[in-house]
């Protein structure tokens, strides 16, 4: 069982999710109002990026406390602390933080 078809695939990483959202829309009939459409099949339905179209299905907040980074806070959600990018994006933070 897959998807097969002509608008291209939302599985994209986040920053070219959000290039995708912000990007001049056309008059055509596919995706953004392109003109041609992007050939795609997806047969791998298990897989589901963390970009601007799929943040998760979880609502939640986070109450920082003292002592917490970027890191152990993306450690404590996801169990990863190098996605601490992630959170400092969302949050309107330059990529430089550490």
């Not at 069982?1 to 056309?26: F, K, Q, W």
């Not at 602390?81 to 550490?98: F, I, P, Q, R, T």
């Amino acid at each position: 069982m897959g998807y097969v078809g002509n608008n291209g695939t939302l599985h994209t990483d986040y920053e070219e999710s959000i290039d995708l959202r912000t990007e001049t829309l056309g008059t055509g009939a596919f995706r953004n109002g392109n003109t041609n459409g992007i050939a795609h099949a997806d047969f791998d339905q298990n897989y589901n990026p963390i970009n601007s179209y799929n943040q998760g299905s979880v609502h939640g907040a986070y109450t920082v406390r003292a002592g917490d980074t970027m890191g152990s806070i993306a450690a404590s959600l996801w169990g990863d602390a190098s996605l601490w990018y992630k959170l400092a994006e969302a949050n309107g933070h330059g990529g430089d933080l550490v």
